[in-house]
C-alpha cells in the first residue's frame, strides 16, 4: 500500500498518523456502505472486509442504529409536552432495549406516559420480567448499581434505583431547565448531577432528548465529549493518547475537515443522510463514535497498535430520522455557518510533536 500524503497542516500537528487513521476513514465510507445494502434487502455479505463482515460495529450514523431508531420512533410519538418527551426518551434509554419498552407498553395496556407514570408499578412489572429470565438493560451502557450504606436492596434494586433517578429528575423540573438553557453543555452538566450518570452517559441521553422537537441545542456544532473507546481510537490513530478535552477538539476537527481528509484517505465525500430524505452530514457525536468503532477493528487490522488502548472486537422500511430534522439547512450551509478556522482554532491547545 502506498503511503498517504495527508494535508501538511495535519502532520504539522502530530506528525505521520499511523494506519489506524486510514482505517477511521476506511469504516465511515464501508459501514455506511454495509446499511445501505441491509436496508435496500441486498443478501448477505454486505462486505468483503471480513473483520466487519464477522463482528459486531455501530452504524457511521448512530441516529441508524437499532435502539436509537426505537428511540427516535418514541421521541416523535408523543408531543404533550417537554415534560412527557424526556420522560419517554429517557425511559427507554435508561434500558435502552426495544424489548423492554415492549414489555412495558403490553403490561401497562398502553405506551409509558406520565399520565400513567408510577415508579413502583413499573420497577415491579420490570423486576417480575427479570426474575423470570428476561433481560431489562442493555450492555451498551455501563450502568451501575448502588450499593452505598443505606441503598436500595435485594431483587430489582438496580431497576428502582434508576426509575426513582427519573422520577427526581421529573420532580426538580429537568426537562424545563434542558430546554430553557437549550445547549448540549447545560444538558450535560445538569444530568450528570444526578447519581450514577457519568458526563458522557449526560451525553448520549441529550443526543436521545434532541431527537425531540423540544431540544435542538444551539452547540450542536462545537460541544462534544469523548468516550474511552474513542480517546484509545484517536491515540491509535496518532501513536499517541490525548487529554480529554484535546479529544474533544480532534473530533471537532474531525468534523470541520472532513471532505478533505475523507477524499485523501478513501477518495470520497463522507456520507451523509441524503440517501433518506435529509441533507445532513455526520454528526459530532457520530465522529465521534467512529473512533471508538476504529478502536475496535484495530484489535484485529493493526494489532501492532494494541499498546494504544485501555480496553480489549465485541463480538422494508427506511429508517426513521427527526422530524425537526426535515427542515435543518443544506450540509453546505451548516458547515459554512462555522466560526472555527480548522488550520488554527480547533488544534491550539494541541501540543505539536
Request: include cysteine; glycine fraction near 6%; hydrophobic fraction near 40%.
Amino acid at each position: 500500500m502506498s503511503k498517504i500524503l495527508w494535508p501538511s497542516w495535519l502532520t504539522a500537528i502530530f506528525g505521520q498518523p499511523t494506519a489506524a487513521f486510514l482505517s477511521y476513514w476506511y469504516f465511515i465510507q464501508e459501514r455506511h456502505l454495509i446499511t445501505l445494502a441491509r436496508l435496500a434487502g441486498k443478501a448477505a455479505p454486505w462486505t468483503a472486509n471480513s473483520i466487519l463482515g464477522r463482528y459486531k460495529f455501530t452504524n457511521t450514523f448512530r441516529v441508524l442504529d437499532r435502539e436509537s431508531q426505537t428511540c427516535v420512533k418514541i421521541a416523535n410519538s408523543s408531543n404533550r409536552s417537554a415534560e412527557e418527551a424526556f420522560f419517554r426518551v429517557l425511559l427507554f434509554k435508561i434500558f435502552n432495549l426495544t424489548t423492554t419498552w415492549e414489555l412495558l407498553c403490553t403490561k401497562l395496556g398502553k405506551e409509558p406516559l406520565l399520565s400513567n407514570w408510577n415508579p413502583n408499578r413499573y420497577a415491579e412489572i420490570l423486576t417480575t420480567a427479570h426474575n423470570g429470565g428476561q433481560k431489562i438493560f442493555s450492555s451498551a451502557y455501563m450502568l451501575w448499581a448502588d450499593l452505598r450504606e443505606g441503598s436500595l436492596r435485594g431483587p430489582g434494586s438496580k431497576t428502582r434505583m434508576w426509575l426513582n433517578t427519573l422520577d427526581k429528575m421529573l420532580r426538580d423540573n429537568v426537562p424545563e431547565s434542558i430546554v430553557a438553557a437549550n445547549s448540549y453543555q447545560h444538558a450535560v452538566k445538569i444530568l450528570s448531577g444526578y447519581d450514577g450518570i457519568q458526563d458522557f452517559t449526560a451525553q448520549q441521553y441529550a443526543t436521545d432528548f434532541s431527537y425531540t422537537g423540544w431540544f435542538q441545542p444551539t452547540d450542536s456544532e462545537t460541544f462534544i465529549l469523548p468516550g474511552p473507546g474513542s480517546i484509545d481510537g484517536i491515540a491509535k490513530c496518532f501513536g499517541r493518547f490525548f487529554d480529554k478535552e484535546d479529544c474533544s477538539t480532534i473530533i471537532q476537527l474531525m468534523r470541520v475537515s472532513a471532505s478533505e481528509l475523507s477524499r485523501v484517505a478513501t477518495g470520497k465525500e463522507p456520507p451523509t443522510l441524503r440517501s433518506f430524505g435529509v441533507d445532513r452530514p455526520m454528526d459530532l457525536i457520530d465522529y465521534q463514535s467512529a473512533f471508538c468503532e476504529t478502536d475496535k477493528y484495530s484489535r484485529i487490522a493493526h494489532p501492532e497498535l494494541n499498546c494504544l488502548s485501555w480496553t480489549e472486537a465485541r463480538q422494508n422500511q427506511g429508517p426513521l430520522l427527526a422530524k425537526s430534522w426535515r427542515s435543518a439547512p443544506s450540509a453546505e450551509a451548516r458547515i459554512s455557518e462555522l466560526v472555527v478556522d480548522c488550520y488554527r482554532q480547533p488544534i491550539k491547545r494541541i501540543k505539536l510533536i
